[in-house]
């Protein structure tokens, strides 16, 4: 319980609003949230070209664990350009981000693990009161879409081989 008081508290300081993103009842879905903030243009760029732009901005709610240009800065040039290239390859690390219904942070904080809409599963952990999903860190929780939930993470996600 101690676990999840100090997670939720870290949480609630981490969650400013991020530049672009309104505060109140969200009028973007979760392309359109992720396309107006900056450090999303890579995420963004990549789920156009895996053709899931109708996926994550219809009725369907989701949950996002987005990484930002600097999470992708983090691969090399040659395997994101490949995987941009592998339309089949490029859609399974993306649905590996995202989770099926909104998650807030509150609940985030509870779970040990999550299935993705790719299939596989990721490791949810909390650890000197930040949280992990599988060794990425959410940087910023609970910025809100229309449809869904994004939760900021500092490293791309990638599915079991």
């Not at 997670?7 to 359109?32: D, M, Y």
């Not at 732009?53 to 691969?75: C, Q, W």
């Not at 590996?96 to 509150?106: D, E, L, N, Q």
């Not at 596989?120 to 940087?139: E, F, H, L, Q």
């Amino acid at each position: 319980m101690k676990r999840i008081a100090i997670a939720l508290s870290c949480l609630a300081v981490a969650a400013v609003p991020v530049a672009g993103v309104q505060a109140a009842t969200p009028q973007k879905n979760l392309v359109e949230t992720a396309a107006s903030a900056p450090q999303f243009s890579t995420l963004v760029s990549l789920v156009k070209k895996a053709g899931l732009v109708s996926t994550l901005s219809g009725r369907a709610s989701y949950t996002v664990f987005a990484p930002t240009n600097a999470a992708f800065a983090k691969i090399p040039k040659r395997t994101l350009n490949a995987l941009a290239k592998d339309k089949a390859k490029l859609k399974a690390v993306l649905l590996y981000h995202v989770v099926k219904g909104k998650v807030p942070a509150s609940k985030v904080v509870r779970l040990t693990s999550a299935r993705t809409v790719n299939g596989a599963s990721v490791m949810i952990d909390v650890r000197k009161g930040k949280v992990y999903v599988n060794d990425a860190r959410v940087t910023k929780p609970d910025i809100k879409a229309s449809n869904g939930i994004v939760h900021q993470i500092n490293r791309v996600l990638l599915p079991p081989s």
